[in-house]
């Protein structure tokens, strides 16, 4: 235990510099966090996911090739970060402290929320480059690893939380991709999972993140004068990026879905099983 806090402590200390340089206030007190929930994530990748998967599904798992098994073990990193920042953002909606200046407010559970994201996409841009499967990937976790740090100014913790919401329609994506390498493609259960994943995406990716996104936009335009240049340009493309990426992935999803569902019968197109069981889809990548 006293090793593990000396290394915490250490951590801390050395990111002083940087955040005092960046002005990235909040940084040295929760640097320690996210540097954990990096290695959190990279272990379950690689060791925890492979050997539960392995068990669990000795078949599937078992006989799949390597891309296949490493899409689903980063599949399994996508699920596990989806439900936990999900569970950890609705506690902190109605922080008060967050509310009452939506610029430049902060609280621990917010600050705790950041670190486990810039964790997770730190992960994620690493996979989404050595596994490179489409640019556009890429460029989501560089944008959302941006933007979680930089908010240790701190900045936007109250939109943060909120936009980290969108993570509810990755679960259904997950379980979706999930259903395809269990050999329940085309099934009634994934058809059912499949409006749920349609559902949840236009309601809190489109719908509520549009609502958000606006809300997001005054508040930059009404603080930009207290913010270095770079934070206006780096937030406001980034969000309207992520906007786009959205859009973009939602048509895709339904063109997946209509191949799967060719008939509106719930038999899946047999070409496209094909397709699935190779690993060429669509929806392929660890998260959406």
């Known amino acids: 235990m006293m090793l593990v806090q000396d290394i915490c402590s250490f951590i801390r200390k050395s990111s002083g510099p940087v955040a005092e340089r960046a ?76 509310s009452s200046d939506r610029a430049f407010g902060f609280h621990k559970g917010s600050t705790f929320v950041s670190a486990i994201a810039c964790g997770y996409f730190i992960w994620d841009t690493t996979e989404a480059i050595v596994h490179f499967t489409e640019f556009g990937f890429v460029l989501h976790g560089i944008a959302c690893f941006s933007v979680f740090i930089l908010g240790s100014r701190p900045f936007a913790h109250y939109h943060a939380v909120r936009f980290l919401l969108w993570e509810v329609s990755t679960i259904f994506l997950n379980i979706h991709w999930f259903l395809d390498k269990t050999g329940k493609t085309g099934s009634a259960i994934q058809l059912i999972n499949g409006v749920v994943l349609l559902g949840t995406f236009a309601s809190v990716r489109l719908i509520w993140g549009g609502i958000i996104s606006y809300d997001f936009w005054k508040t930059l335009h009404s603080v930009s004068n207290q913010l270095p240049f770079f934070y206006v340009v780096v937030y406001g493309s980034g969000n309207v990026m992520l906007n786009i990426l959205n859009w973009l992935w939602f048509t895709k999803m339904i063109a997946a879905l209509r191949k799967r569902f060719p008939n509106g019968n719930g038999k899946a197109n047999g070409n496209d099983i094909h397709r699935k069981s190779n690993g060429d889809s669509s929806l392929e990548h660890k998260e959406i």
Do not use: E, Q
Not at 33 to 51: E, K, Q
């Open 23 to 98: 002005h990235l206030h909040l940084l040295p007190d929760y640097s320690d966090t996210m540097v954990i929930s990096a290695l959190f994530f990279f272990a379950l990748h690689h060791i925890v996911s492979p050997v539960v998967n392995r068990v669990l599904f000795p078949v599937s798992y078992g006989r799949a090739n390597r891309k296949t098994r490493n899409n689903w073990d980063a599949h399994v990193v996508s699920l596990v970060h989806a439900a936990l920042i999900v569970a950890l953002s609705l506690r902190c909606l109605d922080i008060p402290a967050l």
